[in-house]
């Protein structure tokens, strides 16, 4: 496993994330633990996840993983707050209120004395840039969180905040994790440039696209069993399973089939080796996910093969609204209006 720096930080990561936003979902207890195990013995050193996840119920299978076998301290810790989480005025946002009883609520599910590396989940533009730097300084002076990255912010918003922790002399962002796969590569245009030119890591989520990417939808073929998207082109809130997804997944099968490697395998190494990517995070359901990833972190993909993808969806180019969902949740927030599920 290749280890990468975690942006300006000091602290070195895998070269994937292990996310762990199926447990207590689509994942049991028992599954949840093997698949830890299973991440931490093939060398993933990175694990993921939210409060929001479940309502703390993955925060809570991680914690036991991770008590179970011992390993908590060969592990970067990441869990995320800002989305809601109750029916309260101040159960969601970014405010110092919020936020300090969401650090102590995460690290009580999680069974840790520190989380190694804290994301602000979503944006919150109601709450003063001053007020989060503050808050997040006190709670690194505390040593409750040990570094600061964000989620789904914008640019602007990601500069205003490393603008505001240097005059205060607060805590920098050493991450971002936003969006980003074959499908839609739009963190292309701005973010990745940025990221790179200010030091910060990028730990896109979706690498698969919610899955599309797994080779398991075919174009003319029927959705199978058992899996979230029913039908292609059906008009939902992120629209990820548009035909003309269906049509890029057919020109990418041939460039995995001739690696002898599967889509999900191949989408995830093209992912893992976009300059300026850290550690794209893979979001198992099961062992056998968790071990296809595995074999993913050992491919090095051609230039030709990067060419090729390049010809088939340019640079900055998107064939999905990927972020749509996204985008709707932050504005939630900041409208006070609750998320449901996603």
């Known amino acids: 496993m290749e280890y990468r720096q975690l942006g300006n930080s000091g602290m070195r990561v895998s070269k994937l994330c292990l996310g762990t936003m199926s447990f207590g979902n689509r994942t049991d207890e028992d599954e949840a633990h093997r698949i830890v195990d299973t991440a931490i013995d093939g060398g993933i050193n990175f694990i993921d996840t939210a409060d929001v996840y479940g309502r703390g119920v993955s925060e809570e299978f991680t914690g036991r993983a991770l008590a179970a076998n011992g390993r908590r301290d060969d592990v970067v810790l990441a869990t995320k707050a800002v989305a809601r989480m109750g029916d309260g005025p101040n159960d969601h946002g970014a405010s ?3 936020l300090t009883r969401a650090v102590e609520a995460c690290l009580k599910r999680l069974q840790t004395d520190r989380i190694d590396l804290f994301y ?11 007020e989060i730097v503050d808050t997040l300084n006190t709670l690194v002076k505390q040593g409750k969180i040990l570094y600061v990255g964000t989620s789904k912010w914008p640019v602007p918003l990601i500069m205003e905040f490393l603008w505001k922790a240097d005059l205060a002399g607060g805590p920098q962002i050493v991450a971002e994790q ?9 963190a292309e245009l701005e ?5 790179q030119r200010y030091g910060l890591a990028i730990c896109p989520f979706g690498p698969l696209a919610g899955g599309v990417l797994s080779g ?9 069993e058992g899996h979230q998207f029913k039908e292609v082109g059906q008009k939902d809130h992120h629209q990820r399973m548009a035909p003309e997804v269906l049509d890029l997944v057919e020109e990418l099968i041939p460039l995995a089939e001739a690696r002898d490697v599967s889509l999900a395998e191949f989408a995830l190494a ?10 794209p995070i893979t979001g198992p359901r099961t062992v056998g996910h968790v071990e296809s990833a595995l074999r993913a972190a050992e491919i090095e993909l051609t230039e030709e093969e990067m060419a090729r993808v ?3 969806i340019p640079p900055g180019e998107t064939v999905t609204d990927y972020f749509t969902i996204f985008k709707r949740m932050c504005r939630a927030v900041n409208e006070g209006e609750p998320l449901g599920p996603f």
């Open 178 to 186: 936003p969006p980003y796969n074959i499908t839609d590569r739009r």
């Open 270 to 279: 093209w992912c893992a080796q976009r300059p300026g990517i850290t550690s």
């Open 191 to 195: 973010l990745l440039w940025t990221a």
């Open 120 to 130: 602000l989940h979503i944006t919150d533009i109601t709450t003063p840039i001053e």
């Open 96 to 98: 110092r209120y919020h």
């Open 310 to 312: 390049d010809e088939i």
């Open 216 to 224: 398991v939808y075919r174009k003319g073929q029927p959705i199978p």
